[in-house]
């Protein structure tokens, strides 16, 4: 069964950690390769993080916030939820069993792998989605 999110990229906000470890990068590299497929469109976290209101509005209707982690600290996630926005979907790249490390020569089948996990959870209705 193909895993298809019923969203349009419009209802889809996706809010990658882009930190500065391996985990960052790869949330940020799977944010950019869900855009190219048309599975969501990125967002400016730190636009929220800022609390710029007109990115706040903007990020309000969409009907899934999907925030991408690199690690537990869940940076992403606590910033949008910060500005009063509920997060619908999220993942923790080392929770999915990547390791945090200082390499940045990341690894394609790891980005493969947490686009496909985000694309999974955005196959889930939403109340199935946590």
């Known amino acids: 069964m193909a ?14 950690c882009s930190g500065g470890l391996n985990c960052g990068q790869i949330a940020n590299h ?8 048309g599975v ?3 967002y400016c976290l730190a636009g929220i993080g800022a609390h710029i209101d007109g990115m706040i509005e903007s990020a309000r209707r969409a009907k899934r916030l999907v925030a991408i982690d690199g690690c ?8 949008i939820e910060h500005a009063g926005l509920a997060v619908t979907d999220w993942i923790c790249v080392t ?5 945090k490390s200082h390499n940045l020569l990341l690894e394609e ?4 792998y947490i686009t496909r996990r985000i694309k999974r959870l955005l196959s889930k209705p939403l109340n199935t989605t946590k």
């Open 72 to 79: 537990q600290v869940a940076c992403a996630k606590k910033t």
């Open 30 to 37: 799977a944010a950019v390769s869900l855009y190219t497929l």
């Open 109 to 112: 089948g790891e980005i493969e």
């Open 40 to 42: 969501g469109k990125i």
């Open 3 to 16: 895993e298809e999110c019923s969203c349009t990229p419009e209802e889809v906000t996706i809010f990658p």
């Open 95 to 99: 929770e999915e069993g990547i390791t």
